[in-house]
């Protein structure tokens, strides 16, 4: 069975840093695309990061040059680096890996706010 669990969300003041990880049980990151998406309340979920298998990455728009996404293969985790924050960077963030790009996590809640 396969189980995603992301951590590290929270409150933050604007100009701060968070690091967001997924930790996996049941499938191993490194055999597929591994992305971070996020939701904001009366929004679509969007894609903010991903990592190939390969280890290649893209990033949206809005995260690039601010935001890192890394695979730690021994700890089978995914990870993302987020720094200079915005408050439109609050959303709940999810971790999504598969084959068919299957399998979420339950979600991390981020909060950007003064």
């Known amino acids: 069975q396969v189980q995603l669990v992301e951590s590290g969300g929270g409150l933050v003041q604007p100009g701060g840093s968070l690091r967001l990880s997924c930790a996996a049980s049941g499938i191993i990151f490194r055999f597929y695309a591994t992305g971070w998406y996020r939701q904001a309340p009366g929004k679509q979920r969007e894609l903010v990061a991903a990592i190939s298998s390969g280890g290649s990455t893209n990033y949206a728009d809005s995260a690039k040059g601010r935001f890192t996404i890394s695979r730690d293969n021994a700890k089978n985790t995914v990870n993302l680096q987020m720094n200079s924050l915005k408050p439109e960077d609050t959303a709940v963030y999810y971790c999504?890996?598969?084959?068919?790009?299957?399998?979420w996590g339950q979600g991390t809640q981020v909060t950007v706010s003064s």
């Open positions: 999504n890996t598969g084959r068919g790009y299957d399998y």
